[in-house]
């Protein structure tokens, strides 16, 4: 039985984004994608859905939509205040468990300072045609999701919404609101060995501003500092771009490749950022500063399967008599430590 | 002509393969011979380009020394082996007419070689074009090697739109534009022919390693 959502609201940038576009790059066709496959996924299996199955993922804010039928919808990444009005109610709604929306209530991201990107994921997933075997938008190339593009006011999808998810809660293992001033580490890039050691000492010294121009095709940085002259980038006979690599525009200003950039390209790189740091990578916002570090392929590799196994165990299935136990006690001592779960718990049972 | 690779993790789940940092015929058949025979390995993605490739793969299947040696091996018997095969390439002929409004810069290009546009367009459909690389969009065929007597650098500031099916120069390399977007490179010319269509079963009309020829028709 699928339920139609219809967006009364498409907010700053709200897009559609499922598998990866996987086996197309020799043609020009990056991955597309969620900017932070990780978090996106959690969305995704706290409903039961495949990982990879397509959501919206949502930027800054302000996305407002309507369901016309009952589903459920879980939020995995950036708490961005999303809203569930239900008649003359209104209920923040916790990130990282599922909710169940009754036809009619509508559900408000408000936007927040921390954090930048969130995932709402939908029972079943939203139903797209895969195009180039993904459901993923490509906003550049006009193909995948709805339309090939970002959501609009008016836009309506339908969600598959098959079957009643468990009551699946994410730990709070994980922050996804970035502090001021963020750290990426990275491994060396592509043309690494062709910038001088000056340039390399400059450019892991300083901090950079992310600029608001800054898209899923690439986080566009500058210097925030007049006074440190900044590398310089130099042409190249164009090489494929991988994902994360920090490129050196010829202006001087670095941009990190995200997961719609062109497959290949003719400025250096100079560093990748590490796959485990894209969870920081989706949550830059414009202003934030940012500084790079560098460290081995192997450590990075590390991170990798760290976050991995993180992410497989910060999911708990909870028993709902244990909970009702729960609420009662953390009510009764009024433990404030306690009260974040006892919020989600409470949703939880009111499903 | 011996042949030195560079092999490179750039991230924990990619490699770089570098084999010539030129942009050369025998070069680009080893790099795209490579590709395919990269194609028995469990892996992600490969990303073709003029004299390097990037192999993408699932970190958590692989230990990286073991997978470098993997592709190690697989290099040293292509390249033991590595002949070229002219006569298997594919040849696609591509109809485009040249001038005008559809090729807005055809008399710039003209200019800056002192020739007539009659000149270039000889110039240019005189020779087949092999297809070194996609990139920059989805179907976007980077071929060449242009002729010193018709290249042209790109436009000093890029269009903000090209029609679809443009066919431009830049330096020694031409292209077709497969949607409308911005773009930099010389307009010489338009085609009609489809270059990308995503909805279909085979979506790029052109693939590394084929060969374009241009024929003139009437505009």
Redesign the interface.
């Known amino acids: 039985m699928t339920a139609n959502i219809e967006i009364l609201n498409a907010g700053f940038h709200s897009i559609i984004q499922g598998n990866q576009r996987i086996g197309f790059k020799s043609f020009g066709v990056p991955e597309s994608g969620p900017v932070d496959p990780f978090t996106s996924s959690i969305a995704n299996l706290l409903l039961e859905n495949k990982p990879s199955d397509p959501l919206l993922e949502i930027t800054q804010g302000g996305l407002e939509f309507v369901s016309h039928k009952d589903t459920y919808i879980a939020i995995s990444g950036a708490d961005l205040n999303a809203i569930l009005f239900r008649k003359k109610e209104s209920n923040k709604i916790p990130v990282g468990i599922s909710i169940r929306l009754r036809d009619g209530d509508r559900v408000k991201f408000n936007g927040s300072n921390n954090g930048f990107r969130c995932w709402c994921a939908f029972c079943g997933g939203i139903k797209v045609s895969p195009v180039i075997s993904s459901t993923s938008a490509l906003e550049s190339s006009n193909l995948g999701g709805i339309f090939g593009r970002r959501l609009l006011k008016g836009d309506i999808f339908e969600v598959i919404n098959n079957t009643k998810p468990g009551n699946k809660i994410l730990l709070p293992l994980l922050n996804f609101g970035n502090k001021r001033n963020v750290y990426l580490r990275v491994t060396k890039g592509s043309q690494y060995d062709k910038f001088s050691k000056d340039d390399i000492e400059t450019f892991f010294k300083n901090s950079y501003r992310v600029l608001s121009n800054s898209n899923r095709i690439g986080i566009r940085l500058s210097f925030p500092d007049d006074k440190i002259k900044p590398i310089k980038g130099f042409n190249i006979l164009s090489d494929p771009s991988p994902l994360g690599a920090v490129q050196i525009t010829t202006d001087g200003n670095p941009i990190i490749l995200l997961q719609d950039r062109g497959t290949v390209g003719g400025y250096p790189k100079i560093a990748t950022v590490i796959k485990a740091d894209f969870i920081k990578v989706a949550q830059l916002k414009p202003n934030q500063l940012i500084n790079f570090k560098l460290i081995s392929v192997e450590d990075a590799l590390k991170e990798y399967y760290n976050i991995s196994s993180l992410l497989e165990k910060s999911l708990i299935e909870v028993n709902t008599d244990l909970i009702k136990d729960y609420i009662s006690l953390s009510e009764k001592y009024d433990l404030s430590y306690f009260r974040l779960y006892t919020e989600n718990f409470k949703f939880l049972l009111k499903r | 002509m011996e042949i030195n690779a560079r092999f ?7 490699l ?1 393969v ?1 084999i010539g ?3 050369d015929y025998e070069v680009s058949d080893r790099v795209q011979e490579f ?1 395919l025979a990269l194609k028995k390995l469990d892996i ?11 192999i ?1 793969f699932d ?2 299947k692989y230990n ?1 020394d073991e997978f470098l040696s993997e592709v190690k091996n697989i290099y040293n018997s292509v390249m033991l082996n590595f002949s070229k095969r002219e006569e298997d390439a594919i040849v696609h002929d591509i109809f485009v007419k040249f001038g005008g409004q559809y090729g807005p810069d055809l008399k710039y290009v003209a200019d800056f070689h002192n020739i007539s546009q009659e000149d270039v367009i000889r110039e240019f459909t005189s020779q087949i074009y092999k297809v070194f ?8 065929a ?1 071929m060449g090697i242009l002729s010193d007597r018709i290249a042209t650098p790109r436009l000093p500031t890029p269009r903000l739109v090209v029609e679809a099916g443009s066919v431009g120069i830049a330096g020694n390399q031409t292209g077709i534009y497969p ?1 409308k977007s911005p773009g930099g490179w010389q307009i010489i010319g338009r085609t009609e022919q489809a270059m990308f269509s ?2 279909s079963e085979d ?2 009309f052109l ?2 390693s084929d060969y374009v020829r241009f024929i003139r028709i009437d505009s």
């Open positions: 490179s993790f750039v991230s924990e789940g990619s770089l570098e940092n030129i942009l590709s992600l993605d490969i990303t073709v380009a003029y004299g390097s490739l990037l993408d970190p958590l990286l690389m996609l990139g920059f969009t989805p179907g976007f980077y949607t995503p909805e979506p790029f693939k590394p």
